[in-house]
T-cell receptor, first 113, second 114 residues
Framework: QQQVKQSPQSLIVQKGGISIINCAYE??????FPWYQQFPGKGPALLIA?????SEKKEGRFTISFNKSAKQFSLHIMDSQPGDSATYFC????????????FGTGTKLQVIP | GAVVSQHPSWVICKSGTSVKIECRSL??????MFWYRQFPKQSLMLMAT?????????EQGVEKDKFLINHASLTLSTLTVTSAHPEDSSFYIC??????????FGPGTRLTVT
């Protein structure tokens, strides 16, 4: 019930292409879905987040699509750049304080020139 | 944005010794902080949740006597790895929860036990 499944495990995209990472969750109590970007040797950084009352959220080149009925959400990186090469984690949690974040397994993205 | 720092960024210690890792929220007060452990090429594993002024809540399988957590103020939480062994070598990451319940992660501490 607490799992968040993430795919693919790794992804290679040409510069300028679209990177797509998918996640699925089971716990219907989750109502906050952040995405984190992590560079080697660094902590995760919040990239973008969505709540289930909207189906899409866009911030710059990053877009989250959310399908509440399917319990799935995805991250789209438009015009992918070599600087986007990092590991991306989707996550889910219940809103409010003192709530654990359940992380996906991570996707290592490599954007090649 | 909110900033969380960790100190040290990396530490090497001998087997059997203890090491303390600090996590600080620099520009906000954090009632709740979380400690994670991350093995290479793996996701983050929550170790414990701490509330300022009270005992930490540990996840199943995490030894509370080995990983001592102290959240003594609204801006500081510490994780002490006691009697460290090589298998405790890992990347330890904290996160701090701001008043809007957003969680911000520290840069991590690389612990190597020789």
């Amino acid at each position: 019930q607490q799992q968040v499944k993430q795919s693919p495990q790794s992804l290679i995209v040409q510069k300028g292409g679209i990177s797509i990472i998918n996640c699925a969750y089971e716990n219907t109590a989750f109502d906050y879905f952040p995405w984190y970007q992590q560079f080697p040797g660094k902590g995760p950084a919040l990239l973008i987040a969505i709540r289930p009352d909207v189906s899409e959220k866009k911030e710059g080149r990053f877009t989250i699509s959310f399908n509440k009925s399917a319990k799935q959400f995805s991250l789209h990186i438009m015009d992918s750049q070599p600087g986007d090469s990092a590991t991306y984690f989707c996550a889910a949690r219940v809103s409010g304080g003192y709530q654990k974040v359940t992380f996906g397994t991570g996707t290592k993205l490599q954007v090649i020139p | 944005g909110a900033v969380v720092s960790q100190h040290p960024s990396w530490v090497i210690c001998k087997s059997g010794t203890s090491v303390k890792i600090e996590c600080r929220s620099l520009d906000f007060q954090a009632t709740t902080m979380f400690w994670y452990r991350q093995f290479p090429k793996q996701s983050l594993m929550l170790m414990a949740t701490s509330n300022e002024g009270s005992k930490a809540t540990y996840e199943q399988g995490v030894e509370k006597d080995k990983f001592l957590i102290n959240h003594a103020s609204l801006t500081l939480s510490t994780l002490t790895v006691t009697s460290a062994h090589p298998e405790d070598s890992s990347f330890y990451i904290c996160s701090a929860e701001d008043p809007s319940y957003e969680q911000y992660f520290g840069p991590g501490t690389r612990l190597t036990v020789t």
